[in-house]
């Protein structure tokens, strides 16, 4: 964003910024946002008129009225609504996977996943670091300003966009990433030779064989500086290994996020303390309980609901009538399980966050419009739209880690803001229609800019 200044001398205020991106930006000055509405996930309450007071990127003051200090910067959104921006705290910003056409699947053993993730780990780096960049900016445009990264980024992707994007070299999200994703073996790329296997699969995974491994594991993503540690765990995991890992998680002050979606790698992930368990698909009541008694998150993927595969395959591929009935119905059985998973979830008082687990490339949208797409399915799945809005604000701040950096509009925390022209929590589609990005304090787009005028 250009100052009043370097507005007056545009063009040197344009070779500076191109020259110097570090250096040239000028004294932070007070931004005050106005808006028609604030909306707080966590009270549910709305504040209107609402105005939020911004300093040096963070939030000085929140009020319905506050005059603006000398010479500040005055946002005016008009009646829109504002809200805390969102957070994916499960994304692969490095990977969008095209679904191999039908006879081509039929032909490899984990044929959804494996050609594409093999093709982006083998393919080029720099390629794959261009395309994280890309989901990042998308991502942010869209209205979320923090993504948890969970693997899927070869050996330093997500670490090394956080610090480009920290340092202002590209736009996107805060990122938390995890770095290598800790698997055990058999899990991950089933169909590659043995022999050339491992030379490919180091590039994106740390093996877990035994407890010393897997702490092992955990402090070489300590030393690639990684936020926080993905385990995904199967019915090759051990308690004893996921629990070594995460004593050594905890030991460097990082969470452990465990992708566990059956009933027995879930039990696996609550037995060795996880922090956060990814997907848990298949959590029976008496797990729900156990993970709300550990303290332990749930991070609900509506991912698959509604449709998911017919929706992104079809546009591109040629589906057989016969897949077409067969995907419909056992996808409505699974929608079916997944409302009723959402119902336990709530009633259980677990508590629960939420995430895309976006590493899929559709057709005609945006990372950034796929993953609050993806989102909203937990609408449809029956969850209210202000639970909704608090599993991808406040919740996921708090399973995070990041409850006092971001996930509200309060004084401290960072001034990351999203609105909409409507009300997201009577209407949660507004969120497909974020019009008002700012993260950081800095305005990333306004459409509500040019309306106004
Ligand atoms: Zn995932």
């Given at each position: 964003m250009f100052t009043r200044s370097a507005k007056r001398s545009a063009f040197l205020g344009m070779v500076v910024l191109a020259c110097s991106p570090l250096t040239a930006q000028s004294p932070a000055r007070?931004?005050?946002?106005?808006?028609?509405?604030?909306?707080?996930?966590?009270?549910?309450?709305?504040?209107?008129?609402?105005?939020?007071?911004?300093?040096?990127?963070?939030?000085k003051q929140v009020g319905a009225q506050i005059s603006a200090p000398n010479g500040a910067n005055i946002v005016d959104l008009g009646g829109a609504t504002l809200l805390p921006g969102l957070i994916d705290s499960h994304t692969h910003l490095f990977l969008n996977i095209v679904i191999p056409p039908e006879e081509e699947r039929k032909r490899h053993l984990n044929a959804f996943f494996a050609p594409a993730d093999l093709l982006a780990i083998v393919?080029?780096?720099?390629?794959?670091?261009?395309?994280?960049?890309?989901?990042?900016?998308?991502?942010?445009?869209?209205?979320?300003?923090?993504?948890?990264?969970?693997?899927?980024?070869?050996?330093?992707?997500?670490?090394?966009?956080?610090?480009?994007?920290?340092?202002?070299?590209?736009?996107?999200?805060?990122?938390?990433?995890?770095?290598?994703?800790?698997?055990?073996?058999?899990?991950?790329?089933?169909?590659?030779n043995p022999a050339?296997?491992?030379?490919?699969?180091?590039?994106?995974?740390?093996?877990?064989?035994?407890?010393?491994?897997?702490?092992?594991?955990?402090?070489?993503?300590?030393?690639?500086?990684?936020?926080?540690?993905?385990?995904?765990?199967?019915?090759?995991?051990?308690?004893?290994?996921?629990?070594?890992?995460?004593?050594?998680?905890?030991?460097?002050?990082?969470?452990?996020?465990v992708h566990a979606a059956e009933k027995a790698a879930i039990q696996t992930a609550i037995d060795a303390g996880a922090d956060s368990i990814e997907h848990?698909?298949?959590?029976?009541?008496?797990?729900?309980?156990?993970?709300?008694?550990?303290?332990?998150?749930?991070?609900?993927?509506?991912?698959?609901?509604?449709?998911?595969?017919?929706k992104i395959m079809e546009p591109s591929i040629v589906v057989s009538p016969e897949t077409r009935s067969a995907r419909t119905e056992s996808g409505g059985r699974r929608d079916k399980e997944?409302?009723?998973?959402?119902?336990?979830?709530?009633?259980?008082?677990?508590?629960?966050?939420?995430?895309?687990?976006?590493?899929?490339?559709?057709?005609?949208?945006?990372?950034?419009?796929?993953s609050?797409?993806?989102?909203?399915?937990?609408?449809?799945?029956?969850?209210?739209?202000?639970?909704?809005?608090?599993?991808?604000?406040?919740?996921?701040?708090?399973m995070?880690?990041?409850?006092?950096?971001i996930g509200a509009i309060e004084p401290g925390k960072f001034a990351d803001l999203v609105a909409v022209g409507g009300d997201p929590a009577a209407d949660i589609t507004e969120l497909e229609r974020v019009r008002f990005v700012m993260k950081d304090g800095k305005v990333v787009k306004n459409d509500f800019a040019a309306a106004l005028k």
């Open positions: 007070a931004i005050l946002v106005r808006a028609g509405r604030l909306l707080d996930p966590r009270t549910g309450n709305i504040l209107a008129p609402a105005a939020v007071l911004i300093e040096d990127g963070k939030i393919e080029s780096p720099t390629k794959r670091a261009f395309l994280g960049a890309q989901n990042a900016r998308e991502d942010l445009e869209s209205g979320i300003t923090t993504v948890r990264n969970l693997g899927h980024s070869g050996i330093d992707g997500d670490t090394e966009l956080r610090d480009a994007i920290n340092a202002g070299r590209v736009p996107g999200p805060r990122i938390l990433a995890a770095g290598r994703k800790l698997i055990t073996r058999g899990d991950y790329l089933q169909n590659l050339l296997a491992d030379a490919i699969l180091q590039q994106e995974y740390l093996f877990i064989d035994g407890a010393d491994r897997a702490r092992a594991a955990v402090r070489q993503n300590v030393f690639q500086n990684v936020d926080v540690i993905k385990v995904t765990a199967d019915e090759n995991l051990t308690v004893a290994e996921l629990a070594a890992a995460v004593e050594e998680a905890h030991r460097n002050h990082l969470k452990i996020a848990g698909n298949e959590a029976t009541d008496e797990q729900l309980k156990q993970m709300r008694d550990k303290g332990i998150f749930l991070d609900l993927t509506p991912t698959a609901y509604g449709g998911f595969f017919l997944y409302d009723q998973l959402v119902q336990r979830v709530l009633k259980s008082g677990v508590r629960f966050a939420a995430g895309t687990d976006m590493c899929w490339w559709y057709p005609r949208k945006t990372c950034g419009e796929a609050v797409m993806t989102f909203l399915n937990l609408r449809l799945a029956g969850m209210r739209a202000l639970d909704v809005i608090r599993a991808i604000t406040v919740n996921a701040a708090e995070l880690g990041w409850q006092d950096k």
